[in-house]
């Protein structure tokens, strides 16, 4: 079997080393390639997508060893359409490109040699020099790596753990060290955590990236759609599940995988499990997790079906879907409901409220009831006459009910009455989310959520209208690149997006936006031109190599105790007045360094200190059952413990009750239960209107509601409230903004 992304051959389904799917082999003879291989490998008329790695076998200057000739195609011209014969030959001019430029040069001779290559399969010049500088852009201009360093290697064992225990603090101090991986290194891991993370936890520059980016590789494209999705742009989401089809070597199951989560985000368990009916269970075997999350959401698998594994899920269950294993759903049958009937309105549908008939009611009363968000297409209603309780969405009389679109509602309904200052739309458009989330909550007492409803409003009408209300348009500034100067662009290139952003805006008084406009435009001027306008070329500094015997015994021991490169950086940065390359270079050093030796260069050994199990009071061990970030935290102050010491001792906790099933005295740690019905309403009234962090803090702090207790209960209420449309006791939530 044979990799596209790698040009070797393997044995298996998968490549052992980017974990693509493998294809047929191609056959010795290049012209005899099966077309539609060839189109997946191509892509059509792509060429090479950035996660794949230049990896060829034969020599740079053995391009007339190619196995084609034109005898070989004529032979199977007949046979072809002209538009395949020109796919072949263009993959067969790419395979020669790719041969010519192994060694990360292309000369003249190359160039010579390729162009009478051209002529021999009779590709046309223009085709074939577009093939040329594709290649070289995304060949010669960066040399990409998959096989990780010991400092990666390391970076990336840290990263899964806290994305297994999902540490979304920690995730976030790491996350800009995992993209520096993953611009580094083209390797499948990496590029799959990175763009989960980013997805999931800063949906909207996940968003950007793609939108700069094109699809920069699989996994991006793959976690990109759930970021368009979170950011409540489903048309978009949709479009990449489309182009997923794009790229060559994955299993189709990904794809049909990707679907069934992405309708579940949706809430359409229906299209869900239509989905999940087609999987073949060939999918890549890094979304193992990810599928698994899937069945257990949709309610096809359980807990106890996965066994210990299902805590390895729970970072998709929180951060893809906000929710755990849906119950199971009403019965659809008639003599199955509960027969007690509230008399309202003497017409047309009953329609199931948590469980209850309620009804009959007439369209009126049916439009009350979906503007409260108690009638969903998916909510099940009955009238006589109908043997069995059925979807509202499948009922044809009530389609018109469900059928406005969204920019109509936002239209009738604009900014729900609330009369925004000129100066707080401008500052959405000029300074970002942020800050108008902010003043908007101070300024109406929204909860966050609300404030983020009003934002999107605001949004979708300047984005369709392109002014304001009043007619007022946002004066958005943008300064050419031209007029930059070169210590600022040299700035850019040498200390980063950060530095950049902050002289640019003190020079021009720019707002945020404005500034990060700028910043992309100099970034990609440059990427593309190698030299600014006036033909200058920035000058990067030479690294210095730091001996690890300048480096102090506390920070050495940093690295190993707090196994946090960020923590170090800060450190080194105050203390050797490093910059961020010579401080990663040197963390690097020294991980390889102590790997190796298991000791520093003057025999400094770094003490790694353990707490007998035995030695744990129960009501510390009980933490580590129903609130481990609490755990952490006091077994830190108690023991004066380092953060891998804590990480190691709540790992070694959490295995040893897995095992036993109970502490080495024999106690057993029971879970709170909590029902709905036991939140009083103004705290269930912050989950709505103000989030879960707000909600799981008042939680906490008032009912004394551990927090990991805290993450399932939020779970089980939004369930609920989105179920049945109001609270146990029949409360609804004022939600301000009405989209």
């Known amino acids: 079997m044979y990799c596209p992304n790698c040009n070797k051959e393997y044995d298996g389904k998968f490549c052992s080393d980017c974990g693509a799917k493998l294809i047929a082999s191609p056959t010795a003879n290049g012209a005899n390639l099966n077309l539609g291989d060839a189109n997946a490998i191509s892509g059509g008329v792509h ?41 072949e030959r263009k993959l067969l001019f790419l395979n020669a490109c790719r041969r010519a430029c192994e060694d990360m040069t292309l000369d003249q001779d190359d160039v010579n040699k390729l162009d009478e290559y051209r002529l021999e399969i009779g590709l046309d010049e223009k085709t074939a020099d577009e093939i040329i500088q594709h290649v070289k852009d995304t060949a010669l201009k960066s ?117 069934g989560a992405g309708a579940l985000v949706k809430g359409n368990d229906d299209e869900a499990q239509a989905y999940l009916g087609e999987m073949t269970g060939d999918y890549t075997p890094m979304l193992q997790r990810f599928v698994e999350s899937i069945y257990l959401v949709s309610g096809l698998k359980t807990e106890e079906d996965l066994g210990g594994e299902a805590d390895d899920c729970y970072y998709y269950l929180t951060h893809l879907y906000g929710r755990e294993p849906q119950p199971q759903p009403l019965s659809k049958t008639k003599d199955e409901m509960p027969t007690k009937v509230v008399d309202v309105i003497p017409v047309s549908y009953y329609v199931a409220i948590n469980g209850q008939p309620y009804g009959p009611c007439d369209m009126t009363q049916l439009s009350q009831l979906k503007e409260q968000s108690t009638l969903t297409p998916d909510t099940y209603v009955w009238h006589e006459g109908m043997q069995n309780w059925e979807f509202a969405k499948e009922r044809d009389d009530l389609t018109s009910l469900f059928d406005e679109k969204q920019k109509q509602k936002i239209e009738g309904n604009f900014f729900s009455g ?92 720019l707002a945020s936006k404005e500034a990060d406009k700028l910043e992309k435009l100099c970034r990609d001027y440059y990427r593309e031109k190698q ?32 196994e946090s490169l960020w923590s170090f950086t800060i450190a080194a940065q105050e203390r050797l007045n490093l910059n961020t390359d010579e401080i990663f270079n040197l963390y690097h050093k020294c991980i390889s360094y102590y790997e190796k030796h298991k000791k520093w260069p003057n025999g400094h050994i770094t003490p790694i200190r353990t ?129």
Request: aromatic letters at 10%; glycine letters at 4%; proline letters at 4%.
């Open 531 to 562: 030299h600014w306008p006036d033909g200058h070329i920035t000058e990067v500094p030479e690294i210095r190599d730091i001996p690890i015997e300048d480096v102090p015994e506390d920070l050495l021991d940093m690295i190993i105790l707090q």
């Open 418 to 509: 609330i009369e925004i200052p000129v100066n707080m739309l401008d500052m959405l458009i000029l300074e970002g989310d942020s800050d108008f989330i902010t003043s908007a909550k101070k300024m109406w007492n929204l909860g966050y959520n609300e404030a983020q409803a009003l934002k999107d409003l605001c949004e979708e009408y300047y984005k369709k209208h392109k002014k304001w209300p009043d007619g007022h348009v946002t004066e958005f500034r943008e300064i050419p690149v031209e007029e930059v100067p070169n210590n600022l662009l040299d700035v850019l290139v040498v200390k980063g997006y950060f530095s950049f952003v902050s002289a640019v805006k003190e020079k021009w008084n």
């Open 611 to 739: 707490i007998p199990i035995e030695d744990i009071p129960n009501e510390l061990l009980d933490l580590v059952i129903t609130d481990s970030s609490e755990f952490e935290n006091k077994v830190k102050e108690k023991w004066n413990l380092s953060e891998r010491e804590t990480e190691d001792l709540y790992d070694s906790c959490k295995e040893y009750y897995k095992v036993n099933k109970k502490w080495p005295d024999g106690h057993v740690t029971i879970k709170r239960v909590v029902r709905i019905e036991d939140i009083p309403n103004d705290i269930l009234d912050m989950l709505i209107k103000d989030g879960f962090s707000s909600f799981s803090l008042e939680l906490n702090k008032r009912m004394n509601v551990p927090i990991s207790e805290v993450v399932e209960l939020a779970y089980e209420c939004d369930r609920y409230y989105e179920k049945n449309g109001h609270w146990p006791d029949g409360h609804v939530t004022d939600f301000k903004i009405k989209k």
């Open 47 to 87: 060429l090479k997508d950035s996660h794949n790695t230049l990896n060829v076998d034969n020599s740079v200057h053995n391009i007339q060893n190619v196995n084609t000739t034109v005898n070989n195609i004529t032979q199977i011209a007949a046979q072809k359409t002209e538009m395949e014969i020109l796919q």
């Open 143 to 259: 040399i990409v790596k998959t096989e990780l360093d010991a400092l990666s290697k390391v970076l990336l064992k840290q990263f899964n753990g806290n994305l297994k225990k999902n540490r979304v603090s920690a995730l976030e101090k790491q996350l800009e060290y995992v993209e520096a991986m993953a611009k580094k290194y083209a390797n499948e891991e990496v590029q799959y955590k990175f763009y989960l993370a980013l997805a999931t936890l800063r949906s909207d520059q996940c968003v950007k990236r793609y939108e700069d980016l094109q699809g920069e590789n699989y996994w991006q494209t793959f976690w990109s759609y759930f970021a368009y999705l979170k950011e409540g742009k489903p048309q978009e989401a949709e479009s990449l599940l489309i182009d997923m089809d794009k790229y060559a070597g994955y299993p189709t199951d990904n794809t049909i995988a990707l679907g």
